[in-house]
């Protein structure tokens, strides 16, 4: 069946680098795309980006100067980085398959809780 | 960026029907996307592209609308119904969800 796993430190330290680690099973990184998606505590999910099937990338503005996507199709991973990470960057953050032609996040991983503190 | 907006709460008794808005700030065509979010869970696609069921969903959800106020739709509502739900569009870049409607059950 269709999984996804975040994986990651769950304590980065202010102004340090976030590397997360998103690994499936059951579906090829060719043939679907990978978002990630953060939620903050008690509010509402936030997409950060996209690993589209062919390999090109997506990401939100507000983030695009600090974060960056990328993959190993042999692996099954996709992986993010984002740097200069502050408190507000703390929540839970999720990788979530994409399914072409609409985009529709149709299954999401079970979510890395990532602290900014020192 | 396209805002999604959901009001906060509700609170309705088993068996009784709710419905749950969103609306966009502007036109999202129909694909506009629920999802329900248990507390300490993912969320899980309930409707995709304002009135498909998604797989394994069962028949009392449904959704529609089209442009920019959509509609989820719980009939009838059983306890276990207990979540936030969010709306989530994908027409217009960036992807946005709604800040969730949480829904209690009394």
């Known amino acids: 069946q269709v999984q996804l796993k975040e994986s990651g430190p769950g304590l980065v330290q202010p102004s340090e680098t976030l590397s997360l680690t998103c690994t499936v099973s059951g579906f090829s990184l060719t043939s679907y795309s990978v978002s990630w998606v953060r939620q903050p505590s008690g509010k509402g999910p936030e997409w950060m980006g996209r690993?589209?099937?062919?390999?090109?990338?997506a990401y939100n503005s507000a983030l695009k100067s600090r974060l960056s996507i990328s993959r190993d199709t042999s692996k099954n991973q996709v992986f993010l980085k984002m740097n200069s990470l502050q408190t507000d960057d703390t929540g839970t953050y999720y990788c979530t398959r994409d399914r072409s032609g609409d985009d529709v996040m149709d299954a999401w991983g079970q979510g890395a809780s990532v602290t900014v503190s020192s | 960026d396209t805002v999604l907006t959901q009001s906060p709460a509700l609170a309705v008794s088993p068996g009784e029907r709710v419905s749950i808005s969103c609306r966009a700030s502007e036109g999202v065509n129909s694909y506009m996307h629920w999802y329900q979010q248990k507390p300490g869970q993912q969320p899980k696609l309930l409707i995709y592209?304002?009135?498909n069921l998604a797989s394994g969903v069962p028949a009392r959800f449904s959704g529609s609308g089209s442009g920019t106020d959509f509609t989820l739709t719980i009939d009838p509502v059983e306890a276990d119904d207990t979540a936030t739900y969010f709306c989530q569009q994908s027409w217009n870049d960036p992807p946005t969800f709604g800040s969730g409607t949480k829904l209690e059950i009394k």
């Open positions: 592209k304002a009135s």
């Open positions: 690993m589209w099937y062919d390999g090109d990338t």
